[in-house]
Each structure stands twice: as structure tokens, then as C-alpha cells.
């Protein structure tokens, strides 16, 4: 026997520490050099590290993937299983400027925090592969991947109209943008034309969307990719409107070209340049003020109003000869399709809603069967049969389409077109902390201006900015100047284009200027899969020969938040590099599986409201625009109480007020500190040891589901981890019994086999079952412990390592190899099968796995409490499910 001491306790935080240190020193994670035919790549999508280190959501994909890496290691495969930092980005630029720490300094002390709380983890990273898109050696490969985009003519310079905010000194995304402000900080942003760099994200939009039917991707995650890119086919329709200077074309892109009888407005974005020239004196006014007001508007909040305004202008329907008004509204985007539309409100909901606000014409032009359907309430998108549609009536939608598009073609008015929602990558930032591009302009100097570096753009010097020259591979990288102000100004050049002794210089009597934007953080996410499998090349951004050896990636996972964006952009550089023969050609994209880990949310809270007589049932809550909580039947205030299981009472599964029959909420919010329900990692670590955490996020339900935490519930988890350590050192040298060799044979089958399809509840589960099983034979045998030890070290690294040890086994868990069920003994030779008269239980018999209805009815007749039940009565039905139920119909 290992240990006999009853008082010796499971200590978390005397093994844990003990089994990280000897994994560091024996290097037990290293990836090999030359993998055999058995390799797996598998990857988390690395962390941003910020101020406030990791929090308890952020293992769960970490988890996974290391219960993966550390299977398939047993089971023979040679693993890569690296971890690294995004490190550059707004956000540490932001802390930087608050407090006066250069963002570097502060980028490097959180990825040390974050690094220590993985260590402390035990995940199995070989983290002699870290990267760090801030790391020189890793921007100067960014740089020379951008490089190949602008030799490929896949980088352009374009002055493109952006969310610009003056306040942070960039441009923002759409989703950074809420009502006109900046997301962070509540600043104004405003539209404004700026030269950007721009990707060429477009010419590979239909390899984007084929690509798609190649991957084992989430069905939800493929289809926002679909959407993003939003290929559709239609047609191209020129209105002819009506112009001081006689009619001209005005282009339209729908995808219902079969509706065009029923346009009867027609829409502009507010930066259409035809908006000028339509626009009357008499609405000049009104329009420029719009105009105006749709410049501080991000795309995303244009679309959740229908404002607009009339023009005063006109323009011909092409095929009814109508005039129709000329509107602009900001739900119409430029750069979107024509930035013209064609409105059909019976068709079309939003067009139907404008129609209404501004008492346009309606003209129903399709139904289900071709006859008209009366008032339309609601627009019918559906295709079905024309109507009001002149020589096209009685014609399906398909067939009308191509009819009138060739009717279109052959009158000059149209042509039938492939259009894509998806637009180019707009690349730029303004900002100090990001990757610099690696362009550089010829400068002109003004005369008798010697030395620019003293003087101003436009005055002392010119800058030819379509003159664009690559910086040569030999001068990678491009690195940020030295900074003690890296405040964001109003200069759209960016914070670089103030830093004139690194911006300007002399090459051969010709001067020069740095180009001054620096790239997103999307930048150093984009590839940073492809530098793991080779990270310490300093000749190569990585070799072919690492390359063929692990690419694809076998398995991606991360939050779902990067569905689109992050997925869609490292797809199209992989499939550029593909292109440019830096890619195997069995790897045509990046990841082949993906799965997004569920989120986890806060730990339940229960609330209610008060009012000045008490509580107040919620059905008579109300909240104000201003987040004010009001009784609805006077509009007196509120107060939202937070309150303990202590001031309730249940009834099922209904809460409400102690004492009342006002009912209360019990709901789980998302993590974040405002609300102040995120868990640290490390305080669950310092009470129950990081094995619990890791076993418990795992064992709160499938990965991809949505879980509220519950700290008490680690509880369980820590007694289950403790009897398992306990059976390890109360172990002796005796056979399993012939039952208990079956279970433990069940248990690696099973646990095997919900690792590969990564359903970890359900493992642990049955391990817990069989930890049971064997702490009923006395003393528990070493065989039985030792196979345990080995199916839970994946989840409880250090445990498993200690209880492997304890047992008396030499070396690493890690390398023992995996244990397999024998096929024989997952035979039941004997099945308990329930028996039930009228649908319920009544007793249960044992018989063999092929037993049939015949010898199930015999002996369950000789159940006492059936035989009782059936006596007296007939037997009018027997159901019987082989093996699983025999279900008894008396009358």
C-alpha cells in the first residue's frame, strides 16, 4: 500500500506547483522536429493581454484543447500545441495615454501576468513557440506579408470615407461606433474622406465563400461568413433622371429586377454624387443639413432609422416611363452596391416603411398566385407570380428575371451583374501602437528648403503620394520610433507623421517620407498560426518544409465573437500566400475544424423592485431612455434590489418576494467588471486548485453552450479529484474483480471516445462512476487506479501525475501510453431490463443481451409485483424493446 495515513489530505497547492516545475525542467511538452505520420496541430485563438489578466471564461477553450494535446500524446501523436500574445491594439495605446506608461512597458508586464496564470493552469503549451506581434522579429514578417500583398497589387492607397474620431486619433470600425460616438470613451465621430491603405479582400471573395463547403466549420459560423460576403446575382438598371444638364443615368443594383413595375421612389445615399445635381433650390437646404447629419453617423446606426429627405429631383422608371421622386436617406450606404436604390415598398419591408412615413405610392407587382392581394400591411418578399407588370404577367419570378434582364440588355437600360456585400479591407490606423507599413514616397522640397525634417507638408515639402515605394526585405523591420508622446492628435496621418527625424530622411541626394499610418490588430492575428510551426527562423517567415509538416491547423477554437472578421481576413491571407507558393498544396485553408467555446456568465443573481409601498410585480416595471426604473401605473420610481436566496421563496421552479406572490428574476449576466461578477481565475486556484477549475468548467455541460458559474458547485468537483487521489494512495498489488475490470474497460472506452468528439461532461461523468467502483474493492487495486489516473490526467494534469507517481510508476504520466478497452469486455454477458404494466415500473429482470420477447415475458411473470399485477387480467399488448424495456398492456 502507497499510504495508510486516513489523515493524509489532497493539497492542490503542494502538488501543483511541484508537477509545473518538473514539466519546465524535463521539457515534457516540447514539440518534436521531425514528427512522424501521426501529427496534430491544434490551436487557441491567443489572448489580447490586457490590464486585468484572465478571467474564468477564458480556460474553457484552453482547457479543451489541452485535454486533446494531452490524450493524442498518449495515444501516440506528435502534438503542436503552442500559445502566443496579440499584443498590439487601441485599448494598451488608451492605458498608456491615461496613465503615462509607454505601451510597450505595460504590453510586456501583462504578458507576464497572463503567461504565469497559464503556467498555473498546467496547460500543456510548448512555449518554447510563444510569439508576439509586438516582438521586432515577428512585425518584421507581418511587414514582408503585407509586402507580398502590395507586389500582388492586393495593396492599394484610396481615399476612402471612414468613422473618423479625432478625440483617439483614428478610424474606428463600425462596431466601434454607437450613435455618432466612439464606443471607448464616448467621443464625437465623424465621416470624413481620409487616404487609407486598403487590401483587395474582394478579388478572393467567391475562393472565400467555395472554401467554405471544404471546412468542418459550426453550420452558424459558415453561414455569417456567406452572409458577410453576401454574393448575390441581379441586375444593374440605369433611371433616367432628370438634370439641369438633361437626363442622365442613374444606376441601380437589385437582386428582384422583377419588381422594377412596382419602383415607385427611388433612394440616395446621402454622399451619392448625384445629390448635388438632383438637389433643387428649394430643398437645397434641408438636404445639406441632412447630409451633414448623416456624416456623424456610423453604417451600423444608419440602419436603425428611416429618415430621409426629398431632393425636389426626378428620375424615369425604365420600363413604366413614370417619373419618380428622388429621395436621400442615411439607411442607403455609399459604397454599397450603386449607392442607389430602387424602392419597392410592396416587396420590400423598409422600403414599405419609408413609403408610409412619407406617404409614397405603393404598387403591389407580385403575389403567391398572380392576383391582387388588397391592402398590403406587410411587404411580401417572396417570389410567386407577376402582376401590374404589363407583358410580364402571369410569369414566376425566375422566369420574369431573366426575361426582363435580356429585355434590359437589348434596350441599353441594364445588364445583369454578380454583386458582393463584402468590400475591401480597409487597413489603416492613425494610431502610435501598431505594426508600421512598410512604405515609403519620394519628397519634393520646396525651393531653398534644405532639410524638410524642420519644416511642414504642403509648405516646405510635398509628399508623392502615388508614388509608393516597397522598403527592401534587408531593411525589415520598419520599428516604432521611440516615443515619450504617443497622445492621438486630429492629424489624419497619424501620431508617426508628428515624429519627423523617423518619418523624413535622405537616400542619394533624394529625400523621403515614411508612410505614417500603422496597421490594426487584425494584422498580427492573421498569420500568426504559420510562424508557430517555425518560430526561431530568422532567414524565413517560416520553411516548407514546417509548413507541409503541420499544416492545416487539425483544430481552432475560440469564441464565436470571430466568426467573421478575424476567420475571414486570416482566410484570405492564407489564400494568398497559397497563391504566392508559400502554402502546401494540401493545406488550401487554414483551419480545418473550428469550434467556439460557449461564454460563461456570471454567477446567478436574483433581483426584484421596490417601490415606496413595497415590492412591485414586474409586469408594471418600466425603464426610461435614461435607465430609470418607474411603476407603469403612476410612473413613481423604483429601486432595483439585489437580493439573497434569504429574502425568497420558490414554488416549483417560480421565485418571488418572501412572504408575497410577487414573482422575482433570477438571471446569469456576461462577465464584466462594471457589473462586477467576473471570477478571477486565480482565487479559485488558491482555494480549490487549478485541477477543480479545470474539471469544473469541463464538467458544467457541452463546450459550446452558454453556462452560468457557480462557485459552490466546485465542491463536488474537488471531493470527486480528492477520492481519486485517496484510491492512489490506499492502492495495493490485487486483480480487479471480474465486474470491476468490466467498468474500467466501459470507462476507456467511453471517456476515449468523448474526448475525440470532445463531449468532456460526459467523460467526467464516467469517471466519477467508475472512481466509485473501484473505491467499493478493498484495498483498491493499483491496475484499476492506474487506468483511472491515466483517463483523468488530461483533465486533472497534476492530479494525474501525482496519483501515477503515488502508484509507484517511474517518469511522466504524459508518456505512458494510453490505456485501450478490450473489445470483450465491453460485452455485457447479463442486462437489467425494467418492466412495466400500463407505463409504469414495476420491477426489473436480468437476462442475456439477446434475449427475446418470449423468455423476457416468462420471467417477468415471475416477478412478484408484476405477477401480482397481472393476475386475474388480460394480457392485451406486450411491447418490447430488445435489451432496453418490456412494457406490459393489461386490461
Not at 406617404?359 to 398572380?370: I, K, N, Q, T, W
Not at 477554437?557 to 507558393?581: I, N, P, Q, S
Amino acid at each position: 500500500m502507497a499510504d495508510e495515513d486516513e489523515t493524509a489530505r489532497y493539497t492542490p497547492a503542494d502538488i501543483e506547483p511541484r508537477w509545473q516545475a518538473f514539466w519546465a525542467k524535463d521539457d515534457t511538452f516540447r514539440t518534436p522536429e521531425s514528427p512522424g505520420d501521426k501529427r496534430l496541430y491544434l490551436l487557441d485563438m491567443f489572448p489580447y493581454p490586457s490590464g486585468n489578466g484572465l478571467h474564468v471564461g477564458h480556460p474553457l477553450g484552453y482547457t479543451a484543447t489541452d485535454i486533446l494535446a494531452r490524450a493524442k500524446r498518449a495515444q501516440g501523436y506528435d502534438v503542436l500545441h503552442p500559445m502566443g500574445f496579440d499584443a498590439f491594439g487601441l485599448p494598451a495605446e488608451q492605458h498608456a495615454v491615461k496613465t503615462g506608461t509607454h505601451p510597450a512597458k505595460k504590453t510586456a508586464e501583462n504578458v507576464a501576468v497572463f503567461r504565469a496564470q497559464l503556467k498555473a493552469l498546467g496547460f500543456s503549451y510548448d512555449w518554447s513557440r510563444e510569439v508576439n506581434t509586438t516582438d521586432p522579429k515577428y512585425v518584421r514578417w507581418t511587414q514582408w506579408i503585407f509586402l507580398e500583398l502590395f507586389k500582388r497589387g492586393l495593396a492599394y492607397q484610396s481615399e476612402v470615407r471612414v468613422n473618423w474620431c479625432p478625440a483617439l486619433g483614428t478610424v474606428l470600425a463600425n462596431e466601434e461606433v454607437i450613435d455618432g460616438r466612439s464606443e471607448r470613451g464616448n467621443h464625437p465621430v465623424e465621416r470624413r474622406a481620409i487616404r487609407q491603405w486598403v487590401l483587395k479582400i474582394t478579388e478572393y471573395a467567391d475562393r472565400l465563400l467555395d472554401g467554405l463547403d471544404d471546412v468542418d466549420w459550426p453550420t452558424s459560423t459558415r453561414t455569417m461568413q456567406q452572409e458577410w460576403i453576401g454574393k448575390s446575382q441581379g441586375a444593374e438598371v440605369a433611371f433616367q433622371a432628370d438634370t439641369p444638364d438633361g437626363p442622365q443615368p442613374l444606376l441601380v443594383y437589385t437582386t428582384r429586377p422583377d419588381t422594377l413595375f412596382g419602383a415607385t421612389f427611388m433612394v440616395l445615399a446621402p454622399e451619392h454624387p448625384m445629390v448635388q445635381t438632383l438637389t433643387t433650390e428649394a430643398q437645397r437646404a434641408a438636404v445639406e443639413a441632412y447630409v451633414e447629419q448623416a456624416k456623424h453617423k456610423s453604417d451600423v446606426d444608419r440602419q436603425k432609422t428611416k429618415t430621409g429627405v426629398f431632393t425636389g429631383g426626378f428620375a424615369e422608371n425604365p420600363v413604366t416611363g413614370t417619373k419618380v421622386p428622388v429621395w436621400i436617406a442615411d439607411y442607403v450606404l455609399w459604397g454599397y452596391g450603386t449607392g442607389a436604390i430602387m424602392a419597392v415598398p410592396a416587396h420590400d419591408q423598409r422600403d414599405l416603411e419609408f413609403a408610409r412615413t412619407y406617404d409614397l405610392p405603393v404598387v403591389e407587382v407580385v403575389s403567391a398566385d398572380g392576383t391582387p392581394s388588397g391592402e398590403i400591411e406587410t411587404a411580401v418578399a417572396d417570389a410567386g407570380i407577376a402582376l401590374n407588370s404589363g407583358k410580364y404577367d402571369g410569369q414566376k419570378t425566375e422566369d420574369m428575371k431573366k426575361a426582363i434582364i435580356a429585355d434590359l440588355e437589348a434596350a441599353g437600360q441594364g445588364n445583369g451583374r454578380t454583386q458582393y456585400k463584402l468590400r475591401d479591407w480597409i487597413f489603416s490606423r492613425q494610431r502610435y501602437w501598431g505594426e508600421p507599413i512598410p512604405i515609403y514616397f519620394p519628397v519634393t522640397l520646396s525651393e531653398g528648403v534644405t532639410d524638410p525634417r524642420k519644416g511642414e507638408e504642403g509648405v516646405d515639402f510635398v509628399v508623392d503620394y502615388d508614388g509608393a515605394i516597397a522598403v527592401e526585405a534587408d531593411a525589415l523591420p520598419v520599428e516604432l520610433p521611440e516615443l515619450d508622446d504617443y497622445r492621438p492628435g486630429e492629424d489624419p496621418r497619424g501620431v508617426l507623421a508628428r515624429v519627423q527625424d523617423w518619418r523624413l530622411f535622405e537616400r542619394d541626394g533624394q529625400w523621403f517620407a515614411r508612410e505614417t499610418n500603422t496597421m490594426p490588430q487584425w494584422a498580427g492575428s492573421c498569420w500568426y498560426y504559420l510562424r508557430y510551426c517555425d518560430p526561431h527562423n530568422d532567414q524565413l517567415a517560416w520553411s516548407e518544409e514546417a509548413a507541409s509538416r503541420w499544416l492545416p491547423v487539425d483544430l481552432y477554437v475560440g469564441g464565436a465573437e470571430h466568426a467573421v472578421l478575424h476567420l475571414l481576413y486570416a482566410r484570405f491571407w492564407h489564400m494568398v500566400l497559397y497563391d504566392a507558393g508559400y502554402i502546401p498544396k494540401h493545406a488550401p485553408e487554414p483551419f480545418a475544424k473550428l469550434v467556439h467555446q460557449g461564454m460563461l456568465l456570471g454567477e446567478v443573481e436574483i433581483y426584484g423592485y421596490e417601490g415606496a409601498d413595497g415590492p412591485v410585480a414586474l409586469e408594471f416595471v418600466q425603464e426610461t431612455d435614461d435607465g430609470v426604473f418607474v411603476d407603469g401605473r403612476d410612473q413613481s420610481p423604483l429601486t432595483r434590489k439585489a437580493l439573497s436566496e434569504a429574502d425568497v421563496q420558490k414554488k416549483g421552479s417560480a421565485l418571488s418576494w418572501k412572504g408575497t406572490d410577487v414573482p422575482v428574476l433570477a438571471k446569469a449576466f456576461k462577465m464584466s467588471k462594471s457589473r462586477g461578477n467576473v471570477i478571477n481565475p486565480d482565487d479559485i486556484i488558491r482555494e480549490h486548485g487549478a485541477d477543480a477549475l479545470r474539471v469544473y468548467e469541463m464538467f458544467m455541460g457541452p463546450l459550446e453552450a452558454t453556462k452560468p458559474w457557480n462557485t459552490a458547485n466546485i465542491a463536488g468537483v474537488s471531493r470527486f479529484l480528492e477520492r481519486a487521489w485517496r484510491l492512489a494512495s490506499q492502492a495495493e498489488d490485487v486483480p480487479c474483480d471480474d465486474a470491476l475490470e468490466k467498468s474500467t474497460h466501459k470507462c476507456i472506452d467511453k471517456v476515449t471516445g468523448d474526448i475525440e468528439h470532445m463531449r468532456f461532461n460526459t467523460a467526467i461523468s464516467a469517471m466519477m462512476v467508475l472512481s466509485s467502483e473501484l473505491a467499493k474493492q478493498k484495498p483498491p487495486p493499483k491496475s484499476g487506479v492506474s487506468r483511472l489516473a491515466q483517463l483523468l490526467h488530461p483533465f486533472a494534469p497534476h492530479l494525474g501525475e501525482e496519483m501515477w507517481h503515488l502508484l509507484g510508476h517511474e517518469g511522466s504520466i504524459q508518456r505512458a501510453p494510453w490505456p485501450v478497452a478490450d473489445p470483450e469486455k465491453l460485452i455485457d454477458s447479463e442486462v437489467e431490463v425494467p418492466v412495466q404494466v400500463n407505463g409504469k415500473k414495476r420491477g426489473v429482470v436480468h437476462l442475456s443481451p439477446d434475449a427475446d420477447e418470449a423468455t423476457a415475458l416468462a420471467a417477468a411473470k415471475e416477478v412478484p409485483n408484476v405477477a401480482e399485477l397481472l393476475e386475474g387480467k388480460t394480457l392485451r399488448k406486450t411491447i418490447w424493446v430488445p435489451g432496453r424495456i418490456l412494457n406490459l398492456i393489461v386490461g
